[in-house]
């Protein structure tokens, strides 16, 4: 049964869902031609799409009908598109829209209280990882940018304070205030904290350095081919990809 725009769900606002994606991606729009009410968005890549749906078929059991459409943004001449998912309004999005917007510009509300779930989707959609130090360590980087130092300040504190994360303040070209960190045991106590609410789709983004080191293992011993930007074990090659990765 769909619930009509002016028929609370008081669920919503403490969702951990919603809040990690407000987070990152998400964000609030208002409607007031139609019902006068806020309704929730969230844009990712085609390749993305399976992720949107889990997001789509989440909202259908609370009563919230969504829709997705492809948009477009043109960057030097060159289109790239986009998938954006777009619930139907509820007036307690009006409530969300107006802690997350209180002057207009979306900030991070004083009362949010993180916790697994809520930074497991804000990693998500605005987490980024790499292994440096040739696999000696995994730099960990969440986008912050649209954020002010402030809110930014008292994320690194709660994450410090509540979950023994070490992050810090990284000023991004002496304009964005990001996240990161590269002590390994924050990285590996953050990965262990989030990977049980990654989607397959965002499972690259999972970095453990005893992966790592089975990858390198395995690679200088030859027993790898490479495969395009993939890699198999030399036991069962692909006839098409026989060249053994360089050591």
């Known amino acids: 049964i769909m ?14 869902m919603i809040l990690g994606l407000m987070l990152s991606d998400g964000y609030l729009i208002n409607h007031e031609k139609t019902t ?5 968005v969230l844009g990712q890549t085609p390749k993305r799409i399976d992720f949107l749906n889990s997001v789509h078929d989440y909202f259908l059991t609370l009563g919230l009908k969504s829709s997705l459409r492809t948009t477009y943004t ?3 001449g060159v289109k790239f598109p986009s998938i954006l998912l777009t ?3 509820n007036i307690v999005f009006d409530k969300l829209r107006n802690d997350w917007y209180p002057n207009g510009k979306k ?3 004083k009362d949010l209280i993180l916790n697994q779930k809520i930074i497991s989707f804000w990693y998500q959609g605005d987490g980024y990882s ?3 130090n040739n696999g000696q360590s995994v730099e960990i980087t969440i986008a912050t940018d649209s954020f002010k130092k402030e809110d930014v300040d008292r994320i690194c504190l709660q994450l410090k304070t509540r979950f023994n994360l070490n992050f810090h303040d990284w000023f991004r070209y002496k304009k964005y205030h990001t996240l990161k960190t590269y002590e390994n045991q924050t990285t590996e106590r953050f990965m262990n904290l989030v990977e049980p609410y990654i989607h397959p789709v965002f499972q690259y ?12 293992e395995l690679k200088e011993s030859g027993k790898l081919y490479k495969c395009g930007s993939s890699y198999r074990l030399a036991l069962t090659p692909n006839i098409f990809c026989k060249s053994k990765i360089p050591n």
């Open 36 to 40: 006068g009410h806020s309704a929730f």
């Open 130 to 132: 790499r292994y440096i």
């Open 3 to 16: 619930v009509k725009a002016n028929e609370p769900i008081p669920y919503l606002l403490n969702d951990d």
């Open 74 to 76: 043109t960057i030097k």
């Open 205 to 216: 983004k999972i970095k453990h350095l005893d992966k790592f080191t089975k990858f390198k």
């Open 87 to 89: 619930t139907s309004n």
């Open 107 to 109: 900030i991070i509300p």
